[in-house]
Each structure stands twice: as structure tokens, then as C-alpha cells.
């Protein structure tokens, strides 16, 4: 079974930066489309971005676009949301999810998620 554990959230300022993480056990996470979503207090939950199994597609939701970059390293089994220029607005809890197909990262179906990371960012 997939298990996926996020970290590297934290507290930081409007303009910041920041590296979250999130790394598999159980099983390998090369066959798998990897996305991050979050969800702010009293807000449906959003996909931020995805990549594909090779790396070679991402996508980005527009407010993160040329801020947010997410990267993957089927090596280390983990999967990265760099976020710079860190907004007020982008204060949530990210979640990493994964899943074997694009259609359903992008439908918001994935099989697997893991438990979360806060970031706050502070104006």
C-alpha cells in the first residue's frame, strides 16, 4: 500500500520561500502521476499543481503559475513543491497525492493522499 508523508511546511513571511516535501513508502512512486492540492480554512480544496510519471508534464493552477514549481525525484520516491514569492492568499494545508492516471490527478480522484503540511505565510 502507498503511504505518502508530507513535510517541510512551516510559518514564513509574504515574499518567501519555501520547499515542501513529500515522500512514498510501500511503493515505488515512478508509476504514478504526483500532484499537490491544498485547502484553506472555509475554502474547497485545490490542485495546485502535477506532474507526469517522467517528469516531462506539469501543470500549474494560475495563481501559482511562475511562483510554484513541482518537481519529482522517483530516486528518493518523493515529489517537491518549490513556492517562492509566498502571498498571504497562499496560506493553507498542501497535500500530496498520487494516482496512475493524469485524468483522474486532474479530476481531483486520486487514490492516495497523504495527511498534509501547514504553511502559513504572514503579511
Known amino acids: 500500500q502507498l503511504q505518502l508523508v508530507e513535510s517541510g511546511g512551516g510559518l514564513v513571511q509574504a515574499g518567501d520561500s519555501l520547499r515542501v516535501s513529500c515522500t512514498a513508502t510501500g511503493r515505488t512512486l515512478s508509476r504514478f502521476v504526483l500532484g499537490w492540492f491544498r485547502q484553506a480554512p472555509g475554502k474547497e480544496r485545490e490542485r495546485v499543481a502535477a506532474?507526469?510519471?517522467?517528469?516531462?508534464?506539469?501543470t500549474y493552477t494560475r495563481s501559482v503559475k511562475g511562483r510554484f514549481t513541482i518537481s519529482r525525484d522517483n530516486a528518493k520516491n518523493t515529489v517537491y513543491l518549490q513556492m517562492t514569492s509566498l502571498k498571504p492568499e497562499d496560506t493553507a494545508v498542501y497535500y500530496c497525492?498520487?494516482?496512475?492516471?493524469?485524468?483522474?490527478?486532474?479530476?481531483?480522484?486520486?487514490?492516495?493522499w497523504g495527511q498534509g503540511t501547514q504553511v502559513t505565510v504572514s503579511s
Open positions: 506532474i507526469s510519471q517522467s517528469g516531462d508534464m506539469t
Open positions: 497525492a498520487a494516482d496512475s492516471l493524469w485524468g483522474r490527478m486532474i479530476a481531483d480522484k486520486s487514490d492516495y
